[in-house]
């Protein structure tokens, strides 16, 4: 079943549809927002015939955008760890569910399957898949951006730590530039929408530099 979903993933992907890979909170948070938004973000994939990446689970925000994705038709994979579905948090009606051993093979899948990634508000289980993305942003490694949906300002301690890394060197302005920070589902399908436009965009990153030294 995963080989043949595979296939359709890939040719989901030359007719120019998007498997966009969501990273969010297995509980709620203390905003309505939070909610409100993981809803539009599911209901805007469904809308335009895009497919659901996720963690697989059924409760939290996690639940909500699963939810409305399925509701409006997308295709929705599931991905997630045998100890979590015994534990009986797993989404159903999901069109596929990809059940991976560790944490660390639930979240390479996920990239494996995505090709646009975007981060609700959540946990550190979250801060680390997105922390995964923005690296292999940086190293140019694909994606070429991501997206964290700063909903009531949830990424602005996290944006203004990046910005302190730019200033002390750490990290480069931009590769900053790539990591957008939408305050609303509407602005982040304005963003996903037009990032050929941007694509032409690269950085003199780690990996370049060291080659040219």
Known sequence: MLSSFSDQLKHTNEENHMNITVYCGSNFGDDPHFEEAAHALGTWIAREGHTLIYGGSSVGLMGTVSRAAIEGGAPVIGVEP?????AGVAQHDLTDLIVCDTMGERKAKMIELGN?????????G???EISEIITRVRLD????ECFLLNIDGFY???AAFLASMV???????????RCHFPRTVEELEHLVSTADERSALRCDGPLLLQKAG
Do not use: K, S, Y
């Open 82 to 86: 045998a100890f979590f579905i015994e």
């Open 116 to 124: 646009v990634f975007v981060a609700l508000p959540g946990g550190v």
């Open 167 to 177: 200033d002390h060197r750490f990290f480069d302005q931009c590769d900053l530039d």
């Open 126 to 128: 979250t801060l680390e």
């Open 141 to 144: 490694l694909g994606p070429h």
């Open 156 to 158: 602005d301690p996290l």
